[in-house]
């Protein structure tokens, strides 16, 4: 017994049997979503730098999580739509909604079209109503035109008192004091008629969704109405008011006056041309009635 010593906690192993006290530490894969855990010091508890939370919680991708946590949203702080910036976060916007609209969108049937240049002189005006109708039109929609209106109309009115067969004669036949008078209040009474059927125009195109102004309508119109009818009154004068050529051009001046009432409301009150159509067919056909009917 005396040569047995009980040893106290020695291994007689060999180094190669004996084993590993501290194995290397290897990080763990770690579920999508949450950060590796770093490994601990044996030294001491070392905080190790962690990289920032974009609200998504722990085992979940960042974009499951709460924005107004990750960005100090929510009652009484921060923007509540700030985190929809960050990368992985998506908004949602309603339906029709504009979000990068700035509110001030045109909108037929609305406002106010922003009008297509300046306002045209008188000539280029007039020149435009026949040569160029549409772009004219359309750069006139804001601006009144009372002053070739009225001008244009009058002197219509004058003239058409000697397209009439039976008002040409009483005309010619009466001395020159009477026929002044007469003559004045003809023209007068065309400007009257114009700026009624004008009227009645923009009410019709306002009723079918138009948005246009009655200025510039009403002034048009009253310029479509003596302009078209120009070439029919001219040949009116000198060959009466039964000669066929001047009936055939009265209908042909009545279908072109159709055409530019149908483009000036349609571009007017941004219409389509049915409805623009529409709104001048009680103009047409009380220009019709009142003024081509009676020679043709």
Known sequence: ????????????????????????????????GQQATPPQSPYGQQQWPQAPQYGGQHGEPEYFGDPHHAQGGGPGGGDPYAASNNPGHTTAFSIGEDPYGDGSTYHAG??????????LHWKQLLSGIVLRPGPTFWQMRDYPVWGPALVVTFLYGLLAVFGFDKAREEAINATLANAIPYVLTTGIAVIICGLILGAVTHTLARQLGGNGSWQPTVGLSMLIMSMTDAPRLVFAIFLGGENALVQVLGWVTWLGAAALFTSMVSKSHDLPWQKALGASAIQLVALLSLIKLGTI
Do not use: E, K, V
């Not at 192993?13 to 990080?27: D, F, G, I, L, V």
């Not at 609305?110 to 306002?119: K, W």
């Open 1 to 32: 017994m005396a040569g047995f010593r009980i040893g106290r906690g020695r291994d007689n192993r060999t180094p190669q049997q004996q084993p590993q006290r501290q194995q290397q530490q290897q990080p763990r894969q770690q579920p999508y």
């Open 110 to 119: 609305n406002a106010p079209a922003p009008s297509a240049g300046p306002r």
